[in-house]
């Protein structure tokens, strides 16, 4: 059975920071492609960050410089360090892995940026 488990969510403060952690089981992990997702509510989901297996990176413009994705292979997890967090980064984050046609997600973690 495939599972991605997210954890490391929470409130933060503006200027702020988080690491959001997700864990992946049963899939081959070094050959799949990982991103990071977030969606608030009335909004549609968007790609934050990515990670392929190779290691190239992407980020959306709102993120560049504040956000750092990375990933673990001996330990199957990938990573979103966040930095300066903003009010608008308050989101459901959810990660997911991506091979082929198979595409895998975790069940989401809320982050709040308030003061």
């Known amino acids: 059975q495939v599972q991605l488990v997210e954890s490391g969510g929470g409130l933060v403060q503006p200027g702020g920071s988080l690491t959001l952690s997700c864990e992946a089981s049963?899939?081959?992990?070094?050959?799949?492609?990982l991103g990071w997702y977030r969606q608030a509510p009335g909004k549609q989901r968007e790609l934050v960050a990515s990670?392929?297996?190779?290691?190239?990176?992407n980020y959306v413009d709102s993120v560049k410089g504040r956000f750092t994705i990375s990933r673990d292979n001996t330990g199957n997890t990938t990573y979103l360090q966040m930095n300066s967090l903003k009010p608008e980064d308050t989101a459901d984050y959810y990660c997911?892995?991506?091979?082929?046609?198979?595409?895998?997600w975790g069940q989401g973690i809320q982050v709040t940026v308030s003061s």
């Open positions: 049963g899939i081959i992990f070094i050959i799949y492609d």
């Open positions: 997911e892995a991506r091979y082929s046609d198979s595409s895998y």
């Open positions: 990670i392929t297996s190779d290691g190239a990176v």
